[in-house]
């Protein structure tokens, strides 16, 4: 079953309802449980609900490191459980337009 926190991360920064998150965790591959089931951290497979489809479009093969850098920062918070989601979603925010400047896009 995906941990708490992450449920957590759907819910307040993807605006997911628990049976839409429910139906997600069923349909993975990955026993997110179980640490040694893949090499990702489940905030790997969450992280892609919180970039906008227009930018993952646009950024195409560059999507890999702008879901490594808003992953930590979503391991980061998660560290303790203890969310400060307001937070959270600004430094997504300021992260995900940091990168889309760089990018040229």
């Known amino acids: 079953m995906l941990h708490g ?60 490191p702008l879901k490594g850098e808003l992953s930590m920062l979503i391991e980061q918070a998660m560290a303790e459980c203890d969310i400060d989601w307001t937070l959270l979603r600004q430094q997504l925010a300021d992260n995900l337009a940091r990168f889309v400047e760089a990018q040229g896009q």
């Open 5 to 64: 926190c992450f449920r957590g991360v759907l819910r307040e920064l993807a605006g997911w309802n628990p049976d839409r998150i429910d139906t997600w965790i069923r349909s993975r591959p990955v026993d997110f449980s179980n640490p040694y089931a893949s090499h990702d951290a489940a905030s790997w497979y969450v992280v892609e609900f919180l970039i906008p489809t227009e930018v993952r479009e646009r950024i195409g093969p560059r999507l890999n």
